[in-house]
């Protein structure tokens, strides 16, 4: 399922032959991949995708095993990216309440863009419905993984229950995130102004 | 685009011959729709949704202009059923406050059932990343009515801002949601502590 740390991997030792050519195809294909499911949604064919990348389906289905397992790869791939969208980087010496309310100011600008489709987590998880499908699986980790930012950061600041807030705020930026899609608009500053009020029922400093 | 009330309409007056028919392949083929769009999607395709229903493609591009017209007038017809999940009933006589909660202690009630797949207003919204789209707007609008019952109640419980009350209780119940289908997990109190702490913060009796 996770082609793009095997990927990674085989960057360690010395590449095979055609090496270069072959991870060319692969990163192309899963970029295509990635923009094409966010913006039209993972039920887009594997036609269309293979026609989008300038890529064969019989390329395709020799990088990978299915195209649910480039759902999940393509997700993988774009994972980090999307984090560094929303997420401040470590020790940016800035106290706890600061680099949590970064994340929702940054939500808050990325509503405003007009290519704005939602979290794409979210949104490849209710497109799914399954949540045994490998992209749920990707989808979910990276949940948790903004989660535990907000814990750590909660922890941090002295939080009552660091835990609960931090799965509060997911709610919120999550629910934040659909409303802007739903609404199609920016969203105004209600993401801020809920993080706010929820860190300070908290008695997070 | 919203056969659903034109039908409703077509009830003032006497049936046109051959009615009686015509009503039942058209609410099995709403029904078959929004059953079929909730559970895998709307990128379902016009065959497997008519075989389901067991109607002809024939006569569902009779009954309905395109598929995008039959998606809004599955939703829009199962919008009352939906919200009667949550909502309750009006002058049921209860607080303001018990009747916000209400619909967040139903929603973790729903979040529980294995066939729970989120708001189904926000799953359309979301799959179909386009806001124009006629079911988009549907889904706008009824979204829109979630967010005018929490603002009518906020207002009737002395809340400071109903309105931005309103709007922090909408994204509480699409993030909460959200949640429940990326966790494909109960909320367990999530929602309800939530509601409670906003509406505390916002001075609601």
Redesign the interface.
Known sequence: MNNGTSNTRAADGPPPAGHAAHASTRERLLASAADLFY???V?VGVEALCKAAGVSKRSMYLLFDSKDALVAASLENRAPMYHALTIPPADDGRAPRARILHVFERLEELSGNPGY??CP???T???L?N?EHPA?VV??RN?DELTEFFRTEAEHGGAADPQ?LA??L???????S??S????QALDG??V??AT??M??AGLD
Chains 1, 2 share one sequence.
């Not at 899609?181 to 199609?184: L, N, P, S």
């Open positions: 913006t039209e949604g039920g489709r939602g987590f979210v949104a998880a209710v497109e419905k949540p749920s989808a979910r949940k609960a799965r509060q997911t709610v919120v930026f999550d629910g934040a659909a409303r899609v739903v609404q199609a209600l993401a102004t809920m009020t929820l300070d029922a």
